[in-house]
């Protein structure tokens, strides 16, 4: 069955220092694709990072970088040099591409606390 | 440049009442999906829809029904509303998919 797990309720790091959020997931279809959202507490969702299943590098964006272990089905979210603007919640999810007739599913989320 | 667009964005119903929320979309996408999320937590999926035409439950369906009206619109309907679906209802879309998903700006919708 598909599932998302974020372990992490709460995390706090230090301006200019980087983090690593986790995610593990969990799915039997060979191809999938993993999100990264950040939700401010404006409440947007905005999309930070994507990795495809048969992706062979880690997908990086800027100041993001996925570090995708496909075999311990992991998507770890790694935010380098943190802003006080990262304070945010963030969302990991999982889109199935064949089996789950594009069915996307969220993990309960991290709360990222960046502190000056 | 509308993108998603979800309405009301406020809403108080009373238990038993009924609404239908609306969501229509200007991106041209294939796969539209109705969430919830409740404070302090994640999005979970309520239904979801691949295409024009076809519909699928999702985590949390019960005490929800959907309408894919055509390729732009995806309505949720609460028949019989509780205080249990007091949360706030994010629409989205999906283009291809190694493509990020598209949000409303949410319903924020209370059952007293």
């Known amino acids: 069955a598909q599932k998302i797990t974020q372990t992490q309720p709460g995390m706090f790091v230090q301006e200019k220092e980087a983090v690593t959020l986790d995610c593990t997931y969990d799915t039997s279809d060979p191809s999938y694709g993993l999100f990264w959202y950040k939700q401010p507490s404006s409440g947007e969702m905005i999309f930070l990072i994507y990795q495809g299943s048969y992706d062979q590098q880690n997908a990086t964006e800027g100041r993001y970088s996925l570090n995708f272990q496909k075999a311990r089905k992991s998507a770890n979210l790694v935010i380098s040099a943190s802003q006080l603007g990262d304070s945010a919640m963030y969302f990991c999810a999982m889109r199935e591409t064949n089996t789950g007739g594009f069915k996307t599913i969220f993990g309960a989320g991290t709360r990222l606390f960046v502190k000056a | 440049n509308a993108g998603v667009t979800q309405t009301p964005k406020f809403q108080v119903l009373k238990t038993g009442q009924s609404m239908t929320l609306q969501c229509a979309q200007d991106?041209?996408?294939?796969?539209m999906y109705w969430y919830r999320q409740d404070p302090g937590m994640g999005l979970r999926l309520i239904y979801y829809s691949a295409s024009e035409g076809t519909t699928d439950k999702g985590e949390v369906p019960n005490g929800y029904n959907v309408s894919r009206l055509n390729k732009r619109e995806f309505s949720l309907r609460l028949e019989s509303a509780a205080p249990s679906q007091t949360s706030v209802y994010f629409c989205?879309?999906?283009?291809?998919?190694?493509?990020?998903?598209?949000f409303g700006d949410g319903t924020r919708l209370s059952i007293l």
């Open positions: 991106m041209n996408h294939n796969s």
């Open positions: 989205a879309t999906q283009g291809y998919s190694n493509q990020p998903q598209h």
